[in-house]
């Protein structure tokens, strides 16, 4: 079972999120449903680092116990995957309401860093699309984003 970015915003968004492992898990349930399919670890493993470099997904950081929440990101269309919708049932996770405050502060420290990233490198592509999410972002959650937009566009001009 291959998972696209917007079926693991899909999976954490049944929960309101999930640790990396307990998505792992809820995949790995999901696959074996789907007639007794595996999760290849190696390709699930990059595509949540590319869900999370893409905002597809967020990573945000719980202060009760500190292990960090995925959660469907901006840029995400979740997307329940096929035999993933009694997932909650067999992993009996009660449903989470992260702190949306936290998680957009959150979310703007990690834009801000990629931002960094792609002015100092000179990564057009990458500008060109953190332009793009800096509005997803802002429709997302209650942030303004404008001052770091002006700095991309002046990298592209």
Excluded: N
């Amino acid at each position: 079972m291959d998972a696209t970015a917007d079926e693991l915003a899909g999976v954490v968004d049944l929960f309101g999120g999930l640790t990396r492992p307990e998505l792992e898990r809820a995949l790995s349930e999901a696959a074996f449903r789907a007639d007794g399919q595996s999760v290849d670890e190696s390709a699930l493993e990059t595509a949540i680092d590319d869900a999370l470099e893409s905002f597809a997904l967020v990573r945000y950081e719980r202060l009760q116990d500190g292990q960090p929440l995925l959660v469907a990101g901006p840029t995400a269309f979740p997307s329940v995957p096929s035999h993933a919708e009694d997932v909650p049932h067999i992993l009996d996770i009660e449903p989470r309401e992260p702190d949306r405050d936290a998680l957009a502060r959150t979310a703007r420290e990690t834009f801000i860093e990629r931002l960094e990233a792609a002015l100092e490198t000179g990564d057009d592509d990458r500008i060109d699309t953190l332009l793009d999410v800096s509005y997803d972002l802002e429709a997302w959650a209650p942030l303004d984003l404008a001052a770091e937009r002006t700095r991309l566009e002046a990298a592209l001009a």
